[in-house]
């Protein structure tokens, strides 16, 4: 009679528990990497899309010297190429799979530009690894983006014209006043977000990075056994991610200083 | 006639929306000297908050000028005093003046004294020490001394706006604008911010305060400038204006609300 788990099955992939370590390790800084890289890209384009540089402004004003209402003209005065680029950027990027843009980036640009055959820690292969932070990292800049965005926007703008009456500087103003307040604000979409990196980091071992997935792979193709390697994977990814969403909600419970009585 | 120094003049300021659909100001034009107290008045929608929010330029004009001990600040660029072109620097300039808000705009997330310390450590590089020796001086002039370490969600509608007249002052402004200080406070709340902003007025601050408190327009002010569709009707001592009212419209808005 079949069973759907085996405890002898255990024992035999424990002697591949160290595929298992190596897999955690790699999953660990591939979300780190694309934590970092993610957060970094959204935060630059997140400004790119609130940007106000309009270089055919002087376009849209009449001989007179009044706004143009209609036409061609106005429309141009009011293109924003540094929005543009963002805008394109996030649309495009969320509207395709993952896996697609990591073939995108791993078989076309990396095909192209050569990676050094270097080994980190002896064992990861930096020509996979890399390429695989790369596409996660820019993905997830999509998505981090929108969030940012939106919580820069849920900031009163009263908040900015007190910051400026009083001197500040438009960077000062980021800085000190917006981005902090907008961080709190956003900090349970981020939390989700990272948790969401965590577990479609799964998908780069379709381009051989040897992560959690890729040691179930191994041992199920080694040993033959399916449904325990993959058990083994399910509670090591929910040992990650559930103390993550738990850290991000202490953090947020120590950033809301300001809002109780 | 240029005997007595101007510190803002305002000439044909006009800010228009829509391309001139909307013309909030129409062609403003006045002048506040030192240890005025300017008191813009007039119904909603004629135009006081743009007048008071062109002055730092939280609005930019569409039109006019605005000299501000001697400088026009509508222009980007201007010549400084060896001739050399140089740009405006509008951080520097706001400086200069103290912004009051209706909604206060303290800073959620920072203490009092932070809300206070903050813009002068960052904009004018004091030490943290100075500037919270100042704050705490500050506070204690409004009697909110204690509060220092408190959150501004803590602090009653009044006791918000009285902060943020101190952290304004905390900058040193050499005027004082106020976008109807005491709107969005409970009635009971009026009058301690009012008796601040009376103190500070006997203490010579120059300040111009858009307000619908007519009893502090007739005590404290010492020009009156009355607004309606984003033109100056009327202008004048407290007398002149809530006395002898000259216009139709002043004494058409006078019969309503007093």
């Not at chain 2, 020490?129 to 704050?135: F, G, I, N, T, V």
């Not at chain 2, 101190?166 to 009635?187: G, H, I, K, Q, Y």
């Given at each position: ?10 024992s ?33 384009l ?41 805008t ?71 908040q900015?014209?007190?910051?400026r ?18 961080l ?52 090591i990814?929910?040992?990650?991610c ?15 200083h300001?809002?109780?009585? | ?28 034009s ?17 135009g ?12 930019e004009?569409?039109g ?27 951080d ?6 103290g ?7 303290l ?21 943290k ?7 705490l ?21 009044g ?52 307000t ?8 404290v ?38």
């Open positions: 009679m079949d069973q759907f788990i085996k405890w002898s099955n255990f035999k992939i424990a002697e591949y528990a160290q595929l298992f370590e190596q897999g955690l390790l790699v999953t660990v800084l591939l979300s780190l990497f694309t934590v970092v890289i993610g957060f970094c890209l959204a935060l630059i997140a400004l790119m899309r609130m940007s106000n540089i309009r270089p055919f402004r002087a376009l849209g004003i009449d001989k007179d010297g009044h706004q143009r209402e209609k036409g061609f003209l106005a429309v141009i005065s009011k293109f924003n190429p540094l929005s543009f680029i963002a394109a950027y996030v649309e495009i990027l969320r509207s395709t799979p993952v896996i697609v843009q990591i073939f995108i980036i791993y078989f076309g640009v990396f095909g192209v530009v050569k990676l050094p055959a270097y080994n980190m820690f002896g064992f990861i292969k930096f020509s996979r690894f890399f390429p695989g932070v790369v596409a996660l990292g820019m993905n997830s800049g999509a998505y981090l983006c929108e969030i940012i965005r939106a919580g820069i926007q849920s900031i009163d703008g009263g900015t014209e007190a910051a009456s009083l001197g500040l500087s438009q960077g000062q103003n980021l800085r000190y006043i917006i981005l902090p307040q907008a709190k604000n956003i900090l349970p979409a981020i939390a989700n977000e990272f948790v969401v990196i965590i577990k479609e980091s799964a998908i780069t071992y379709t381009i051989g990075v040897q992560d959690i997935m890729s040691a179930v792979n191994a041992v199920k193709g080694a040993t033959f056994v399916i449904i325990e390697p993959l058990l083994v994977a399910t509670a990814y929910f040992c990650l559930f103390p993550t969403s738990k850290l991000i909600a202490y953090f947020e419970r120590r950033m809301s300001g809002d109780k009585r | 006639m240029e005997t007595r120094d101007n510190l803002i003049e305002v000439k044909d300021l006009k800010k228009y929306y829509h391309g001139g659909a909307i013309k909030a100001l129409d062609g403003v006045t002048d506040i000297h030192p240890g005025d107290v300017c008191v813009v008045i007039g119904p909603s929608g004629s006081k908050s743009t007048f008071l929010r062109s002055l730092n330029l939280l609005e004009p569409t006019g000028a605005i000299i501000f001990e001697g400088t026009d600040i509508t222009k980007k660029k201007y010549k400084d005093e060896n001739g050399e072109i140089v740009r405006l620097d509008i520097k300039l706001r400086q200069k003046m912004m009051v808000f209706q909604h206060f705009n800073f959620p997330h920072m203490t009092i004294l932070e809300n206070m310390t903050l813009a002068p450590m960052k904009v004018k590089g004091m030490s020490e100075a500037a919270e020796q100042k704050a001086e500050l506070l204690d002039r409004v009697g909110l001394k204690d509060r220092a370490n408190a959150y501004p969600i803590q602090l009653s509608g006791q918000k706006q009285r902060v943020a007249i101190v952290r304004a002052l905390a900058m040193e402004p050499n005027v004082m604008l106020f976008d109807e200080p005491t709107s969005a406070l409970d009635p009971e709340m009026v009058g301690e911010v009012l008796d601040v902003m009376k103190k500070l007025a006997e203490e010579g601050m120059t300040m111009v305060v858009v619908h408190e007519m009893g502090f327009a007739r005590e002010g010492n020009r009156v400038l009355f607004m309606a569709d984003g033109m100056l009707i009327e202008e004048g001592t407290p007398e002149d204006i809530f006395d002898h009212p000259k216009s139709a419209r002043l004494q058409d808005f006078l019969s309503k609300v007093l």
